[in-house]
């Protein structure tokens, strides 16, 4: 079965096996790690934008879930327990490394439970991201997008800037991603807050012109943490942090947070990643 994670790198984009030899970090290779988490139905090439934007010292890791990318042959998953399983397991096989975790979406979901999960193991990360995502005290309420006919989810995508409207009358193009939307999105609806949250520091973004999160909820993320809390505020809709200018904004900002002793001797890639104070 392939991976849960892709590593994505300059020109090489390959699922990471557990006990394989590119699970291992090369001599002088990275000095850090980033897991990042997509939105519903997103697939590792969501977050190609980031690559481009981190040092060449930090490992971009993506999520890979069924039912997408190179495990589209695989049933999608409907609930947050079993991903967050399979990713866990995943995370904890890698070789140790400092690492953060971003997750957009409903990608801050599962970052909320991986980070659970990987603090029950002992091995947390430093800083967990959760973008463009009301916190769990916000629990998802009727109705349920999960819920909606191909026609209407496809209408919903246009709306929020999850595809163009120039597919909207393209069923037959967009249709078979479906299925993986409809999974995570009803994942993301029926999950509840746990009863516990993290001692991790929490950063929390979105975009104040975000059609579908309320953007005065996200500094409630605070309550999910024993740790240090965050929050910044963009423009650009519900996918905002795509952008690459916008990526390479707060890839920054999120090194800074999580290594800043090791990220100040690191060149950024990107001639518009600027840290700005």
């Known amino acids: 079965m392939n991976g849960w994670l892709m590593r994505v790198g300059a020109g090489l984009r390959h699922p990471v096996e557990s006990g394989s030899h590119s699970a291992r970090p090369a001599r002088g290779g990275p000095w850090a790690r980033l897991i990042a988490l997509p939105h519903a139905g997103g697939w590792p090439s969501a977050f190609r934008t ?6 060449a010292g930090v490992e ?3 999520a890979q879930l069924p039912g997408r990318g190179l495990r589209a042959g695989e049933p999608p998953l409907r609930r947050v327990a079993p991903l967050v399983d399979g990713l866990s397991r995943a ?8 690492y953060a975790v971003v997750g957009h979406s409903f990608g801050s979901v599962l970052g909320y439970e991986l980070t659970r999960a990987m603090e029950r193991l002992g091995r947390p990360p430093r800083l967990l991201t959760v973008s463009a995502r009301q916190p769990p005290c916000f629990p998802s309420e009727p109705p349920f997008a999960y819920r909606r006919t191909d026609d209407e989810l496809l209408e919903h995508l246009v709306e929020i800037g999850g595809i163009g409207p120039e597919l909207l009358h393209r069923g037959d193009l967009v ?6 939307i409809r999974a995570d999105l009803e994942a993301m609806e ?3 807050r746990p009863p516990t949250g993290v001692a991790v520091p929490i950063l929390s973004l979105g975009a104040v012109d975000d059609p579908v999160v309320v953007a005065d909820r996200l500094h409630l ?3 999910e943490t024993t740790g240090v809390f965050s929050r910044r505020m963009f423009t650009g809709g519900h996918f905002y942090l795509y952008d690459p200018d916008t990526a390479a904004t707060i890839a920054e900002h999120l090194l800074h947070l999580c290594f800043p002793h090791m990220a100040e001797h690191q060149e950024m890639s990107h001639p518009s990643a600027m840290f700005t104070h």
């Open 50 to 55: 980031w690559r481009p934007v981190l040092p």
């Open 60 to 62: 971009l890791l993506v």
């Open 175 to 180: 249709r078979p991603a479906l299925a993986a």
């Open 190 to 192: 029926t999950y509840r």
């Open 221 to 223: 993320w605070s309550l």
């Open 91 to 98: 995370v904890a096989e890698l070789p140790p490394l400092p």
